[in-house]
């Protein structure tokens, strides 16, 4: 009897044991796959990113070298007053560096980790982000070269979880509005050390909001940002270094009265500043251990027409170290259409107005505030002594009753089916109230043959890979047209059933019928 009871005890022992490490290993797996552990044995820094930055000629032209490209061929197209970022790795090549007037850094951030055959005689930098007397070198050698820094108002969020937000302006030029918000959510092993990531994405904004209105935080309380309804969050949740912008009018104020800064403000601009802005978003990712990889370009609503209009501008770049896109996803929006003159009139309409800025933001801000915070009183805007406020925000954003030609949402006059409406409400209740006339009329004269613009004349070449992710009833599969028009072999189109325009980003359940398709989509395309 002892004997079978010591068997037995031996049994359910190999059996807990066997257990223990069937779900240490699966655990482990799941761990890995979504989050991947901080890698802390060779990433120990002197400066943190942040600092990093105070460290940098953000105004420059910037080309980046990675691990196996040739150091020769970016010195031979490099412009007088250019930088080239050299990423960590072994350069092996024999070549000469003739232009005194282009900066060359070579980046290292544990010992040993670069490599370049004759350096020295070539004067190139050697940044070594582990060693204090390098940094101090380079510090000195920097601000001899910048006299001002073009960084301001840095600030750091942590979200939960593990998961920051960091933003910081950066000035693009003279004027008031010539400036860009740049916005990173990432994980950490601790603050401001990112840990490796499986991918990326740099998300530019769609119409009379900014990162936050449209992806971050849109409608929410600060509390409330998580993986379920935040899709930065999400990503960032999935390992995935989640970057954005907005652009300088964003930021200009409601109160404002004179808006001859917006005069010539079109997707030109927007696309230029995104680039720029993407290629400080490189040189930090490569600061903090990521690789200088070149960026996935997302755009949403609008936002994609600043994605195609950036990757329209890259296909001029022969320099290949210079492009900084290496795909293109379009959320719910027709850049080019295959009825475009159909929008002429009204293109034409706003431009003849003469008037630089758009307030559709503050007609949208209304209906929303309204719904926000008096939805049961009667609605102003219809005027008939029975629709309240509530119903009206239905009626135009879920019925589309002014004719958009897209729905915002599901839903009818009752309700919204897949969004929140104290969330939906409170969103566009906060919207802009002003962008530049300018844009708003391209995005319709992009398609007329009787007016011209100049950033679509080579989508033909555009070549990168493309994820579209249309609203089954908001812009839907009219939006599958544009990436037919480029000559890209890699392109996937995923139409959510049932969602409406802003469901994309607020709906109930877009975490599973839309992020997961991006974030499988970025993993693939690292």
Known sequence: MKTFK?????????????????LFNSCENSFEDDIMPPDLSSREQLISWNKQLNLLDLKSEIAFVQNGESIQNAIDAALPGEIIYIEPGTYQEIFKNNKSDVRIIGLSITPNDLVINNSTENNIEILKLYDQKSIGDFQTNSQNRVTTS?????????????????????QMGE????????????????PYHPIPT????FMVHGAFTGFEGAFLSIGLESSDINAHTSSPFYLASKNIDVWGIDMGWTMVPNTTTDFLFMEGWGYEKDADHTLQAMGIARTVRGMTGQGFSALNL?????????????ANIETQENNMSKRHIKGIISIDNAFKTLDGDSGCVAAQDVIDSGALENTNGQFFQTVGYLAHELPNELSPIFGDDSTTNIQAFRLIFAIDVFGFGFKFFGGDISTLYNSDEERVTRAIANFSHYMPNQLWSE???VNCTSMNVTFDDHIGLISVPILYVGAEIGVGTAGEYTSSLTSSTDITNHIVTSFGHMDMSVGDNADNLVWSNLRNWLRNHR
Request: no cysteine.
């Open 150 to 170: 073009s960084i301001s108002d840095f600030s750091r969020t942590e979200l939960g979880a593990g998961i920051a937000h960091y933003q910081f302006n950066v």
């Open 198 to 201: 499986k991918g990326d994405v």
């Open 443 to 445: 995005i319709d004269a």
């Open 298 to 310: 997302l755009g949403l609503s609008s936002g994609s027409t600043v994605a195609y209009a950036a």
């Open 175 to 190: 004027g008031e509005f010539d400036i860009v918000r740049i916005h990173r959510v990432i994980r950490e092993s601790r």
């Open 6 to 22: 010591t068997t037995i005890k031996k049994f359910m022992t190999i059996t807990l044991i066997g257990l223990a490490i069937l």
